[in-house]
C-alpha cells in the first residue's frame, strides 16, 4: 500500500481524524495542542495520526491535502482545515455543531449494520 492509499484509507475509515504533532495527552506543538483540546471539547471521539511518528505521512499528506501545515482535521472525508480555522469554527459554534452531526451520522449508520 502506498502513503496515499494510507492516507486516503485513514480519512475514509476515520469520521473524525486529526493529523496532528504528537497526541492528544502528549502533543508536540501548541497548534495541535489547542486543536486536540478543542476536539476533546466537542465531547466526541476522534481518532488521531502522529504525523511524527509517521515521516510518510507528514512528507505526503500537505501535497494531498493541498494544505502545507499541521494539524489538519479532517471531518467525513473533508478537510477542514488547521488550528485557526478550527478556533473560528469553536468560538462561533460551528464545529460542535459539526462534529455532533457527524458524529450522531455513524452512530446511526453503526446502529443500522446490526
Known sequence: MTTI????RQIKENPILLYMKGSPIFPSCGFSAKAAKILSACGERFAYI??????DIHSEIP????????PQLWIDGELIGGCDIMIEMHKNGELQKLITKIADKYRTLKNDVK
Open 50 to 55: 502522529d504525523i511524527l511518528q509517521n515521516p
Open 63 to 70: 501535497k494531498y491535502a493541498n494544505w502545507p501545515t499541521f
Open 5 to 8: 492509499e494510507k492516507i486516503d
